[in-house]
């Protein structure tokens, strides 16, 4: 059905596909086969049909047509920030994800709440999505089974293993691994490490920590809990502050690894209002590799942990999902790599 408009000023006229059969002179079938770009329609036929669609101004129920068929090629994308570098550069790289299968990605922000992330799995079926991709950080283990819902699901991050739903992770402890030792391998032997609170749940900053601390030991470093800055909020103003208490404490540290790059933002500045030079006097590395990285000065060391990977096998997992319910859940961990640029020496 469609909605056409004759004339200027006159009313709003529905056209059905049996209006451009009659009009075309052919049966509603070949109507169909036009507007749904099947073979085995002659060429002077569609060419007819395609004419008096666009004469009556026909334009398909795109909605109507997915009700039918009970898709709407539409799935939720939940973060906690878009306005943060690692989520947004996620989102985009969902989106050209999405188009692979033909889907539109909707993105909500849940503001790193569980109550909001809850609402997110509430609201997608009555949001009709096909399918939700959820990032999940006030959700924790204790709430896998709030997971078990009716329709697809995949989520994301650290907060929940071995869970009842589709799961991508982030190398986390490897990754933070690979980028101490690529320090010591430059030679740092005082390395301070930038993360959040540890608590006793599962997060980005006590698997992150945990590499770090996998990385000392395999080297022979002894630990030391003085060059651990813990921090609240994961953004630059918090890495300048790391730099500000390490040197007030008197802590010698001859590198800095920050468990997000948007805090090696802050460290870099830091060390810059120091007078400390990067990687001269402090080598610094970070973990996301965002796109700013490669464009401060001096640009910056990071882990990528390969962001079009996690898209797609995000992406993959809840398509596959919408197609087969019953399937297993799946847990996989991205790959990851060590880039290395000018604030270790590169």
């Known amino acids: 059905m469609l909605g056409a408009q004759q004339g200027e000023g006159a009313r709003f006229i529905m056209v059905t596909i049996r209006d451009i059969a009659d009009a075309a002179g052919v049966s509603p079938m070949t109507v169909s086969n036009v507007i749904n770009k099947r073979p085995h329609v002659a060429a002077a036929t569609r060419e007819k049909v395609l004419a008096t669609i666009d004469r009556l101004d026909y334009r398909v129920n795109v909605a109507a047509r997915n009700l039918r068929r009970g898709r709407t090629h539409t799935i939720g994308l939940a973060v906690p920030e878009i306005d943060r570098p690692y989520w947004g550069q996620l989102a985009a790289a969902m989106i050209e994800q999405g188009k692979r299968h033909d889907l539109t990605v909707v993105i909500e922000q849940t503001g790193r709440s569980r109550e909001n992330e809850l609402n997110a799995l509430a609201l997608s079926r009555v949001r009709m999505y096909d399918g939700l991709i959820l990032g999940t950080v006030g959700l924790g283990t204790e709430d896998r089974d709030l997971l078990k819902v009716d329709y697809p699901i995949v989520i994301l991050g650290e907060r929940i293993f071995q869970s009842p739903v589709d799961h991508v992770a982030t190398a986390n402890t490897d990754g933070a691994r690979a980028a101490v030792e690529h320090l010591i391998e430059q030679g740092a032997r005082r390395i301070a490490i930038a993360h959040g609170p540890l608590t ?24 030391d809990p003085a060059l651990v800055a813990e921090f609240e909020a994961f953004d630059p103003t918090s890495g300048a502050e790391v730099v500000h208490r390490l040197r007030s404490a008197g802590t010698d540290f001859d590198a800095v690894f920050c468990v997000t790059d948007y805090v090696a933002l802050g460290v870099l500045r830091g060390l810059a209002d120091a007078r400390l030079r990067v990687p001269e006097d402090v080598q610094v590395v970070g973990f996301d590799n965002n796109e700013f990285g490669r464009f401060v000065v001096p640009s910056l060391t990071s882990v990528d942990p390969d962001y079009d990977e996690i898209a797609k096998r995000a992406v993959d997992l809840l398509t596959n999902r919408i197609e ?13 790599r060590v880039v290395a640029r000018e604030s270790t020496g590169y």
């Open 200 to 223: 006793d749940d599962v997060d980005v900053s006590s698997l992150r920590h945990a590499g770090y601390r996998q990385a000392l030991e395999a080297h022979g470093i002894p630990f």
């Open 324 to 336: 087969n319910a019953q399937a297993e859940p799946v847990e996989l961990v991205s790959s990851f």
